[in-house]
C-alpha cells in the first residue's frame, strides 16, 4: 500500500489552508445563531459589542491574515518572484522578448497579486451573501396568486 501524505506536496501549505477554512466557518457561523434568533429581538449593549468584536475579527482574518498567508506561501515555499517569468504550457504565455508571441511579460508575481484579489472576491462574496441572508431572514415567501386563463389574478371578495 502506498502512503501518500497530501500535506507535503509541493504548493500545499497548511497555513494558508487552514486560515482560509477556518475564516470561512467562522464568517459562516452567524447563520446558526440567525437561525434561532427572532427577527427584530432588541438586542443589548453586550450582544451589540460582541457581535461588533466578532465581525471586525472575521474580516480581520479574511480580508488581513488569509492573504498574507497565500503571499507568504507564494514568496517562500513556491518561489514566485519577479524575475520567475511565467511561460504557460506549450509557452504560449512566453513573451516577445523572449522569443515567444504573447505581447507582454507576465511575471509569477502578478499571478500571485491575481490570486490575492479572487481571495478578497471569494470573502467579498460571502459576507454579502451573509448581509443579504440575515436582512432577509424570518420573511416569508410570497404566496403565489391565481390566476385566470387570460393571465389576470383572481381576487375573491369576502
Known sequence: MLAINVLKWPGVN????FSFLFTLALALLPMVYGKRRKPGQPLSWG????GAVYAFAVMFLAFGVVPHQWIDHSDKNLGWRKDKILHGPFDLLKPKSL???FPFTLAYEAVRDIVVVAIYGVYIGVMVFLFIWWQKRGKAA???IETSTYGRPLVRKS
Do not use: S
Not at 497548511?14 to 489552508?17: D, K, T
Not at 450582544?47 to 460582541?50: F, P, Q, V
Open 142 to 144: 410570497a404566496k403565489e
Open 47 to 50: 450582544e451589540a459589542m460582541l
Open 14 to 17: 497548511q497555513a494558508f489552508i
Open 99 to 101: 522569443g515567444g508571441h
